[in-house]
């Protein structure tokens, strides 16, 4: 028996307060400079209902701030275009009406309409893709990990530069963030997700470890040890199959450092 496609599931974000942001940041804060107000909608007044764009434009340019409604099929792509990035809210949508796609070969993911429906909210850890709980315990735990390698830093400088600079080079050579990550997150349609989680990262343990006393030099490659924690979290299940592939991930969860974070199944 031929089994029947997976129904596409249209996706869009909105602020915390459950307002749809800008689908052109630079045109938005060209027109707030300008003192304009940008209209728009929130989806937590229209849930089960049908909306309108409230101010429609081109079909389908960017030409104002907010001219048409942009969904997702790929939710793990949505941080993308998120004005105030990380938190969000998720929703699932409807598309109603003419659609279209000003960016089709290069964005297959993009869905454009001037009417929705809105079917519900769902778990915003989805934007982070398959997997999201597993990425956001990860970036909840940083600030007790940076604080912890700070300490151990501080205890043996010289010790632990030696460790981190010998792993620091490995991630370099093997290019396991940079190149690994990065497009096996390409592959998956989760390059946003793992720009978004690369930059909470490093902010959460520079905060932290900078809290704890640690030097610049400390700090920078504590940052790099987060980011490379979360991305090996995010691209878990991308990155496994084979002894050197094992390896890369091993180096991005921290092989070869004190204290290896553990993996949530």
Known sequence: MAHSARPVVHYMATRPDGTLPPTDNYLARYHRAQGETIATVNLTDHVGQVVDHPTPGQKWYTDRPFGYFHMYTRPGEILERIEDGWPIRLWIVEPLGETGNWGGDFYPY???????????????????????????????????????????????????????????????????????????????RREAALQAVNQLAGDAAAQAATAAGADPHAVALIQLRARCLVAGQLMFDRIRSGEYEQSIRGLLLGAGLDTPAPVPA
């Open 110 to 188: 993009w869905l454009l309409s001037q009417q929705i429906r809105v079917v519900e909210e769902t778990e915003a850890w989805k934007a982070f893709g398959h997997r999201g709980v597993q990425t956001l315990a990860a970036l909840a735990q940083l600030p007790d990990l940076a604080r912890q390698w700070a300490t151990e830093w501080a205890a043996d400088p010289e010790g632990t530069r030696r460790t981190y600079t010998a792993w620091e080079k490995r991630v370099d050579r093997t290019r396991a963030l940079t190149g690994w990550a990065f497009c096996r997150a390409q592959y998956s």
